[in-house]
């Protein structure tokens, strides 16, 4: 996955568990289409991460995809029949229009997620403090960037931060006031930056990063429990985690 020091890995990991629980992959593999597999992960990919953000279908210009797989029409074509006419395909297209695909996950692939009513008023809490905190700095963003700044707080502080709770209830009172020292320190080194950012939301999710990481090196039992909560998962500990 993405690291502070190796920041262009495509996060794949990210991909709905029934990518793998079909036989989606089954003819890429039997056919040793490594190419055709990265494309079809750099796909999934986007598929992922952009219509999460943006609510959006995905769109992808044929040429594109051509361009970036890298192989004979022949070839190309039969990629495209199975990636988004195959049997066990799991990508919609909406329309193809002009060369271009508008994309999205078929419903088979979402699982409905369990109302976590607790969940759900932790991360409205810290989204309140953070838009608090935009509110009173000299900060000039939209809302789209303020959308891009929660998505990027959920996925680095928000949900990490929630795993310890759940190991540890007794855990709240720290956790809500190291989440807090975070967000502040982060919203005030975006005031300090004005001026020389190019994407907020991007700098915001590096800051966050970086301001865990600091910040957790003198919470070592915050940061002990979040990255047991990930290896129990049996999942990588992020960098600030560890």
Same mark, same amino acid.
């Given at each position: 996955?993405?690291?502070?020091?190796?920041?262009?890995?495509?996060?794949?990991?990210?991909?709905?568990?029934?990518?793998?629980?079909?036989?989606?992959?089954r003819d890429f593999i039997k056919a040793r289409d490594v190419r055709g597999l990265l494309g079809l992960l750099d796909l999934i990919n986007g598929l992922y991460r952009e219509p999460k953000r943006k609510g959006k279908w995905l769109?992808?210009?044929?040429?594109?995809?051509?361009?970036?797989?890298?192989?004979?029409?022949?070839?190309?074509?039969?990629?495209?029949?199975?990636?988004?006419?195959?049997?066990?395909?799991?990508?919609?297209?909406?329309?193809?229009?002009?060369?271009?695909?508008?994309?999205?996950?078929?419903?088979?692939?979402?699982?409905?997620?369990?109302?976590?009513?607790?969940?759900?008023?932790f991360q409205a809490s810290s989204h309140n403090t953070l838009s608090s905190l935009l509110r009173s700095s000299s900060v000039h963003y939209t809302n789209d960037d303020l959308q891009d700044m929660q998505f990027a707080c959920k =996925? !680095?502080?928000?949900?990490?931060? *929630?795993?310890?709770?759940? @190991?540890?209830?007794? +855990?709240?009172?720290? %956790?809500?006031?190291?989440?807090?020292?975070?967000?502040?320190?982060?919203?005030?080194?975006?005031?300090?930056?004005?001026?020389?950012?190019?994407?907020?939301?991007?700098?915001?999710?590096?800051?966050?990063?970086?301001?865990?990481?600091?910040?957790? =090196? !003198?919470?070592?039992?915050?940061? *002990?429990?979040?990255?047991? @909560?990930?290896?129990? +998962?049996?999942?990588? %500990?992020?960098?600030?985690?560890?």
């Amino acid at each position: 996955m993405p690291t502070a020091k190796n920041p262009k890995i495509p996060g794949y990991f990210l991909v709905p568990k029934a990518i793998f629980s079909c036989g989606f992959l089954r003819d890429f593999i039997k056919a040793r289409d490594v190419r055709g597999l990265l494309g079809l992960l750099d796909l999934i990919n986007g598929l992922y991460r952009e219509p999460k953000r943006k609510g959006k279908w995905l769109k992808r210009k044929k040429i594109t995809l051509f361009n970036k797989y890298k192989q004979s029409k022949q070839v190309f074509n039969k990629w495209l029949q199975r990636v988004f006419y195959g049997k066990n395909s799991l990508i919609q297209v909406e329309q193809e229009l002009e060369g271009l695909y508008e994309l999205k996950f078929i419903d088979k692939v979402y699982r409905e997620r369990k109302h976590d009513a607790k969940f759900e008023q932790f991360q409205a809490s810290s989204h309140n403090t953070l838009s608090s905190l935009l509110r009173s700095s000299s900060v000039h963003y939209t809302n789209d960037d303020l959308q891009d700044m929660q998505f990027a707080c959920k =996925q !680095e502080i928000i949900t990490p931060m *929630y795993y310890a709770v759940e @190991s540890n209830e007794n +855990a709240m009172s720290t %956790v809500k006031a190291v989440m807090a020292d975070i967000l502040s320190v982060s919203v005030r080194e975006i005031e300090r930056q004005t001026g020389n950012i190019q994407v907020l939301g991007a700098y915001f999710r590096k800051t966050l990063r970086l301001q865990t990481k600091r910040i957790l =090196q !003198e919470e070592q039992s915050l940061r *002990y429990l979040i990255a047991s @909560s990930y290896k129990d +998962a049996h999942w990588d %500990v992020p960098e600030q985690f560890q």
